[in-house]
């Protein structure tokens, strides 16, 4: 399973942006998909997950509200839109995927993506 980040950036706090991530290979295993992030001295930790189907999603206490994660299985591609964002939000975003329906809060699952950077200023 190969996964692909787009769409970080820079933005002014209290903007928004959206972020993609396109899954290939074998993807008819994969049952949830996630968001985690990474800042310098912290573990990665989980932003948002989605189950297939969309049926059920995990937030962090701290994006929820702000953050929805979406997801369109037919097309094999999941989304972050985040709202109303916060210099703290700043990170490198890596999509993750795995087999199972168990959201681990650090380090992610099966597979990672290369990530995307977003930078929110002040």
């Known amino acids: 399973v190969q996964l692909v980040e787009s769409g970080g950036g820079l933005v002014q706090a209290g903007g928004s942006l959206r972020l993609s991530c396109a899954a290939s290979?074998?993807?008819?295993?994969?049952?949830?998909m996630g968001w985690y992030r990474h800042t310098p001295g912290k573990q990665r930790e989980l932003v948002a997950a989605?189950?297939?189907?969309?049926?059920?999603?995990k937030y962090a206490d701290s994006v929820k509200g702000r953050f929805t994660i979406s997801r369109h299985s037919a097309k094999n591609t999941m989304y972050l839109q985040m709202n109303s964002l916060k210099p703290e939000d700043t990170a490198v975003y890596y999509c993750?995927?795995?087999?199972?329906?168990?959201?681990?809060?650090?380090?992610?699952?099966?597979?990672w993506g290369k990530g995307t950077l977003v930078t929110v200023s002040s």
């Open positions: 993750s995927a795995g087999h199972s329906d168990y959201v681990p809060d650090y380090n992610g699952m099966d597979y």
């Open positions: 290979g074998s993807t008819f295993s994969i049952l949830t």
């Open positions: 989605i189950t297939k189907g969309g049926g059920s999603t």
